[in-house]
Structures are given as C-alpha cells and as structure tokens.
C-alpha cells in the first residue's frame, strides 16, 4: 500500500472512529444524559431504555476508539453498520432520505463508509497492520456486514416492541 492510500485510510477512520466516540459519549454526558437517551430510545418502541442507552454508550465510544486506533477494524466497524441500522429503521426511516427533515441520509453514509472500510482495511497506519491482523477485502465486508446485520436483528428481535395501531 503506498503512502498516500495509507493517509486516506488514516483519515477514514479517525472521522469516522472520533464521529463514533464523540456521539457515544454525548448519549452519557450530553443534552438529556442517560435518562433522556433512555427515554428517546423508549420512544422508539425499545424496551429496557436505560439499557439501549448504555448500550448505546459502550458501541459507539467502544467501536468509535477501536476504528480510531485501527484495532479490530471489521468488527468495530461491524458495530458502526448495526448501530446506524438500529437508528435508521427506527428513528430515521420514516422521515425519508434528507437529514434535514431528520431523514436516514447521515447513518446510511455513515453505515456505507464503516462497509468500506471494512473492504479496504485499516491500512498501514492502524494497530492491525502493526500486529498482522488485518483481514481486508470480501472477507472483512462480509464479516461487517453480517455480524452487524445480526447485531441489529438481535436486538431488535430482543428489544423492539413498537406500538399497537389502535
């Protein structure tokens, strides 16, 4: 890999791993903290609310810190393709496509950037390529999108009970 697609990598995943860590952290600490994370994800028909929202906490600061790092990129990235899939069916999909009408536009990118990811690696500059851990290519996509995938549907068969029309 030359040293240019090295960088670009780099960069993929710090935005996208400081993304990750920062919005964790602001389901803890920020706005309504836990309680009103917990309540927004009771909103959205998930049971246990305060658990979906230290839930939420732990994935996203734990994936967003491993991408940063380039450490066990596939599965933190498997991590970012659930956690965007959860918010997008349930948060954003009804909305539409535009994040400005609180659309599912921003968690697809996000969803579709973690995948490729996965594809391309974490390049040179990552604790994987220090320990000759990486798996690239179809492999690592398909170990991100399928363990992702059934994060998503275990969680949702688990936790989501979405209200009864009357």
Known sequence: MNTPDAVALLL???VLGI???LHGLNHWRGGGRIEGTARWFSGL???????QAWLSVVTEAGAGTLLAAGLLTP?????VVSVMLV???LAHRPNGFFVFKDGFEYVLVLAVLALALAVFGP???SLDAACGTELT??????????????????LLAAFWRPPRSA
């Open 75 to 79: 599965l933190a990235c498997a991590a």
């Open 12 to 14: 993929l995943r710090l």
């Open 137 to 154: 290519g179809w492999a690592g996509g398909a170990l991100a999108l399928g363990v992702g995938a059934a994060g998503t549907a275990g």
């Open 19 to 21: 993304t990750l860590l």
């Open 123 to 125: 390049g040179r500059f």
């Open 45 to 51: 028909g998930l049971r246990y609310g305060r658990l």
């Open 87 to 89: 918010a997008g069916l």
